[in-house]
T-cell receptor, first 116, second 111 residues
Framework: DTGVSQDPRHKITKRGQNVTFRCDPI?????LYWYRQTLGQGPEFLTY????????KSRLLSDRFSAERPKGSFSTLEIQRTEQGDSAMYLC??????????????FGEGSRLTVL | AQSVTQLDSQVPVFEEAPVELRCNYS??????LFWYVQYPNQGLQLLLK????STLVESINGFEAEFNKSQTSFHLRKPSVHISDTAEYFC?????????WGAGTKLIIKP
């Protein structure tokens, strides 16, 4: 069990560029979540997957955001035409089948995005 | 709708003093409650959880939290803090498949 890993840890980009973040969950976890966290706030839910199926997307997730989990293992979160308001920490978390109902999540260290 | 309120954005406390971090939630149904901790430059980690049973739950590093249904609270306490407890603490309530989070409380330990 190597934990949830996210890449890159930091990304600085210019407004209008596209960025992609990757998350590798704990191997036996079938649920994968993306959250966004800004300074002074708790994490905000973006979307989650059960295996390869994306089951819910938050209204926070505009059409510039897309997430995939093609083989039910790792996931990517792409932001197109980035805006300064997209600057935040993007958190990935996973959950095992026996802990799904209790809401216990295992988090990666996050990917910090800075849009100039 | 469920929500979580952490009233204090920062709590400064002297080392070896007791501390309480407050958390109130709103929910009309049974809840699962969590405290997560985020140490500097690290990811969120589960500190402790209340699912059912005893209303007093403890963590391995000396924190405890008490579920109080009548006051809809889940305050986090530690009788004696250490410099290594410096972190941000988040309270959360589970709603189906996801967590609803408070805004977090930064615990600042003064030497």
């Amino acid at each position: 069990d190597t934990g949830v890993s996210q890449d890159p840890r930091h990304k600085i980009t210019k407004r209008g560029q596209n960025v992609t973040f990757r998350c590798d969950p704990i191997s036996e976890h079938n649920r994968l979540y993306w959250y966004r966290q800004t300074l002074g706030q708790g994490p905000e839910f973006l979307t989650y997957f059960q295996n390869e199926a994306q089951l819910e997307k938050s209204r926070l997730l505009s059409d510039r955001f897309s997430a995939e989990r093609p083989k039910g293992s790792f996931s990517t979160l792409e932001i197109q035409r980035t805006e300064q308001g997209d600057s935040a920490m993007y958190l990935c978390a996973s959950s095992s089948p026996d802990r799904v109902d209790t809401g216990e999540l295992f988090f990666g260290e996050g990917s910090r995005l800075t849009v100039l | 709708a469920q929500s979580v309120t952490q009233l204090d954005s920062q709590v400064p406390v002297f080392e070896e003093a007791p501390v309480e971090l407050r958390c109130n939630y709103s929910s009309s149904v049974s809840v699962y409650l969590f405290w997560y901790v985020q140490y500097p430059n690290q990811g969120l980690q589960l500190l402790l959880k209340y699912l059912s049973g005893s209303t007093l739950v403890e963590s391995i590093n000396g924190f405890e939290a008490e579920f109080n249904k009548s006051q809809t609270s889940f305050h986090l306490r530690k009788p004696s803090v250490h410099i290594s407890d410096t972190a941000e603490y988040f309270c959360a309530v589970a709603r189906n498949y996801q967590l609803i989070w408070g805004a977090g409380t930064k615990l600042i330990i003064k030497p």
